[in-house]
């Protein structure tokens, strides 16, 4: 199993990645082996370069290829030197790389809103080491796009002076997303949607999903891959989304288009709960520990503690803002799928349905209105996320959207 077995639909990036990896393991090579040899190589002619930009849709598998290139940089497979390629996935550099306990494997991803300025000088400072391992020292930034201005400014000076066999990999949906002081520093690489059936197929591969299931879920979300596996593995996903297409046929009236909303609102917080449930209670139990705060104490805190759980408590309500905030996100990407196909049936189009599962829906939508008021539905869903981007009460964006669904 290669590091890139789990990049779906991906052959052109992962041809180049594996490329730029056979490059930086002779770099590497030539680095160690030469007496003499100096602190730093030349990259210009390399297809190895210190700062990469992955960038794609959601579900594209950006994060993915970022680790998996990781992985091909640490790769020590002997079959190396022997001219094969580097990103074997069974030798310990990238076993480790891969399950996130290499040494010099720094992967950061953020559960809040935005990245800050402290976090980013964190990364900066580890980017100064030298590799522990003699081989790369590799920061894959998994949110790049939720960086503060100030963190990336920060992030700027690391990257255009970086240490000597230290690799940036950034990634974001779109160039857009990234300050242009650092995508022009960096080498792109687009990623796209992988097919419908790409998806199924990985999920039956390696998620172990029954082959049905996996189609339905890859045709659902359109090629997302991690939506897909998912709703694959997940039925409280299938019920919300369940519940989701529903709306279109409950905003008749006033009443049903603000009962909706609040449903709609509702849901989010569950899951926002759900997360606190499972991850802040085990999160504030290992910080007591470390803190001291011993058996047989009531649980009592060492005097100068107080301040690491109000950090603590802080972070974890950030956290259940971007899980409540995500959550309806996701829920207002299903609905702009399912007016996408109400337009396709108005349209007469040959686009393959994504919700064939509520396909009478669909035709009962289609069928009570034009293709004007479908698209004016879409613009009022987007005109909902772009308020949410905004900051503007959950609750009015939603009912907002939801009446403009009725009278679209």
Same mark, same amino acid.
């Given at each position: 199993?290669?590091?890139?077995?789990?990049? /779906?639909?991906?052959? %052109? *990036?992962?041809?180049?990645?594996?490329?730029?990896?056979?490059?930086?393991?002779?770099l590497?090579?030539?680095?160690?082996?030469?007496?003499?040899?100096p602190?730093?190589?030349?990259?210009?002619?390399?297809?190895?370069?210190?700062?990469?930009?992955?960038t794609g849709?959601?579900?594209s598998?950006?994060?993915?290829?970022?680790?998996?290139?990781?992985?091909a @940089?640490?790769?020590?497979? #002997?079959?190396?030197?022997?001219?094969?390629?580097?990103?074997?996935?069974?030798c310990?550099?990238?076993?480790?790389?891969?399950v996130?306990t290499?040494?010099?494997?720094?992967?950061?991803?953020?559960?809040?809103?935005?990245?800050?300025? =402290?976090?980013? %000088?964190?990364?900066? %400072?580890?980017?100064?080491?030298? #590799?522990?391992?003699?081989?790369?020292?590799?920061?894959? @930034?998994?949110?790049?796009?939720?960086?503060?201005e100030g963190?990336?400014?920060?992030l700027? =000076?690391?990257?255009?002076e970086?240490?000597?066999?230290t690799?940036?990999?950034?990634?974001?949906?779109?160039?857009?997303? *990234?300050?242009?002081?650092i995508?022009s520093?960096?080498? @792109?690489?687009?990623?796209?949607?992988p097919?419908?059936?790409? /998806?199924?197929d990985?999920?039956?591969?390696?998620?172990?999903?029954?082959?049905?299931?996996?189609?339905?879920?890859?045709?659902?979300?359109?090629g997302h891959i991690?939506r897909?596996?998912?709703?694959?593995?997940d039925e409280?996903? %299938?019920?919300?989304?369940?519940?989701?297409? =529903?709306?279109?046929?409950?905003?008749?009236? /006033?009443?049903?288009?603000l009962?909706?909303?609040q449903e709609l609102?509702?849901?989010?917080?569950?899951?926002?709960?759900?997360?606190?449930?499972?991850?802040?209670?085990?999160?504030?139990?290992?910080?007591?520990a470390?803190?001291?705060?011993?058996?047989?104490?009531?649980?009592?805190? #060492?005097?100068?503690?107080?301040?690491?759980m109000?950090?603590?408590?802080?972070?974890? =309500?950030?956290?259940?803002?971007?899980?409540?905030?995500?959550?309806?996100?996701?829920?207002?990407?299903?609905?702009?799928?399912?007016y996408?196909? /109400?337009?396709? @049936?108005?349209?007469g189009s040959?686009?393959a349905?994504?919700?064939?599962?509520?396909?009478?829906?669909?035709?009962?939508?289609?069928?009570?209105?034009?293709?004007?008021?479908?698209l004016r539905?879409?613009?009022?869903?987007?005109?909902?996320?772009?308020?949410?981007?905004?900051?503007?009460a #959950?609750?009015?964006?939603?009912?907002?959207?939801?009446?403009?669904?009725?009278?679209?």
């Open positions: 199993m290669a590091v890139w077995d789990d990049l /779906v639909g991906q052959d %052109r *990036v992962a041809a180049q990645l594996t490329a730029a990896a056979r490059d930086a393991d002779a590497v090579t030539a680095v160690s082996g030469a007496a003499g040899a602190a730093e190589e030349p990259m210009a002619s390399s297809k190895m370069t210190h700062a990469w930009l992955f849709p959601p579900g598998g950006r994060a993915t290829a970022a680790r998996a290139f990781a992985a @940089l640490q790769c020590v497979s #002997p079959d190396r030197a022997l001219g094969g390629v580097p990103g074997c996935g069974f310990d550099g990238c076993h480790t790389a891969l996130g290499h040494a010099d494997v720094e992967v950061v991803r953020t559960d809040m809103l935005t990245i800050g300025v =402290k976090e980013t %000088r964190d990364l900066v %400072r580890r980017a100064q080491l030298s #590799p522990a391992g003699g081989r790369w020292q590799v920061i894959v @930034l998994e949110d790049a796009d939720r960086l503060t963190a990336g400014n920060v700027l =000076k690391a990257v255009e970086p240490a000597p066999r690799v940036w990999l950034l990634c974001a949906p779109s160039l857009e997303d *990234v300050l242009p002081t995508r520093r960096c080498r @792109l690489l687009t990623l796209r949607t097919s419908v059936d790409a /998806v199924a990985i999920l039956v591969r390696r998620d172990g999903v029954d082959p049905e299931l996996a189609a339905s879920a890859a045709r659902a979300t359109q991690g897909a596996r998912r709703l694959a593995t409280r996903a %299938r019920a919300r989304r369940a519940a989701v297409l =529903k709306l279109p046929l409950r905003v008749d009236d /006033v009443g049903g288009c009962k909706a909303a609102i509702d849901a989010a917080a569950e899951d926002a709960k759900q997360v606190a449930e499972e991850v802040d209670a085990k999160e504030t139990e290992e910080l007591r470390a803190l001291g705060a011993a058996a047989g104490t009531g649980g009592r805190l #060492p005097r100068g503690t107080a301040g690491a109000k950090d603590l408590q802080d972070r974890q =309500k950030r956290r259940a803002t971007r899980t409540q905030r995500d959550s309806l996100d996701l829920a207002l990407t299903e609905l702009t799928g399912f996408r196909d /109400v337009l396709a @049936l108005q349209l040959q686009v349905l994504a919700n064939t599962d509520v396909r009478d829906a669909l035709e009962r939508i289609a069928s009570g209105s034009k293709p004007e008021r479908t539905r879409i613009e009022a869903i987007t005109a909902c996320r772009q308020a949410l981007d905004s900051n503007v #959950p609750l009015l964006a939603v009912e907002a959207m939801t009446m403009a669904l009725r009278a679209g």
